[in-house]
C-alpha cells in the first residue's frame, strides 16, 4: 500500500482544525485542508479509483517515535534472569548464566512480542544492543535479531549494534572478538550488523 488517503486529522503547526494528507509512492506527498471544495473532489475522485482511504476522525498525526537503546535479546526474560539486588553487575552476571538455556526460537518469540508492543505504540525506528560471543553459539542473539530485522523490514527500521566483548578484559581482547566475529564466525547474513569502531586500531 504505498498510495493512500489519510483523512480528517489533527496535524501539529498547522493553523488547521483537521487536514487531508496524501501519501503517494509511500512517502508523504501533500496537505490539504479538509474544509475546502478541493478536499471535497479530491477526495471524491480517490475513492472513486478505489484507493485506500484511511479516516483519522479528528485524531492527531505524529511521525513515528524512535526508540533508540534497547536490549532485544534481554526482553521478557525477568523469570528466567530475576535481579534481587537490582545493580547491573548481578543483571549481566545472572544473563551470562542464564544464555546457555535460551533457543534462538525462544529468543525470537521474546523479540516479536517486544516489536510488535513496539509498533502498537507508534515505533518505527529502534537500536538494539546484541551481546556478541566469541563462537556461533555465543552469538545466538545476533543470529536471532537479524532473522528479525528481515522479519519486520518495512513494519519496524531495527538497527542492530553488537556488544563486543566487556569493559573488564583488555581492549586488545574486544579488537581480536571484533575481527574473529567479522571473518568467519557467524553468518553473512548478520555479518553486515557488526559495526566496527573506527578508534579500535591495532
Request: hydrophobic share 40%.
Amino acid at each position: 500500500m504505498n498510495n493512500f488517503l489519510i483523512k480528517n486529522v489533527c496535524v501539529p503547526g498547522l493553523d488547521l482544525d483537521e487536514a487531508h494528507i496524501v501519501i503517494k509512492n509511500g512517502r508523504y506527498d501533500t496537505i490539504i485542508p479538509a474544509v475546502s471544495n478541493e478536499a471535497l473532489i479530491f477526495t471524491q475522485n480517490w475513492e472513486g479509483d478505489n484507493k485506500k482511504a484511511v479516516d483519522g476522525r479528528g485524531w492527531t498525526i505524529l511521525p513515528t517515535f524512535t526508540d533508540i537503546h534497547t536490549h532485544l535479546d534481554k526482553a521478557f526474560t525477568y523469570e528466567q534472569v530475576p535481579n534481587y539486588s537490582g545493580t547491573l553487575r548481578e543483571a549481566i552476571t545472572n544473563y551470562q548464566s542464564a544464555l546457555p538455556a535460551f533457543t534462538e526460537e525462544a529468543m525470537m518469540e521474546r523479540m516479536r512480542r517486544l516489536m510488535d508492543r513496539a509498533v502498537s505504540y507508534g515505533t518505527g525506528r529502534m537500536r538494539t544492543h546484541i551481546n556478541a560471543g566469541e563462537d556461533k553459539a555465543g552469538n545466538i542473539a545476533l543470529q536471532a535479531a537479524s532473522k528479525i530485522k528481515e522479519e519486520y523490514r518495512g513494519i519496524l527500521d531495527l538497527q542492530i549494534i553488537a556488544m563486543l566483548g566487556n569493559m573488564s578484559q583488555p581492549l586488545t581482547k574486544n579488537i581480536e572478538l571484533q575481527d574473529v566475529l567479522l571473518s568467519n564466525n557467524i553468518d553473512e547474513s548478520a555479518a553486515h550488523l557488526i559495526c566496527r569502531n573506527p578508534a579500535m586500531k591495532k
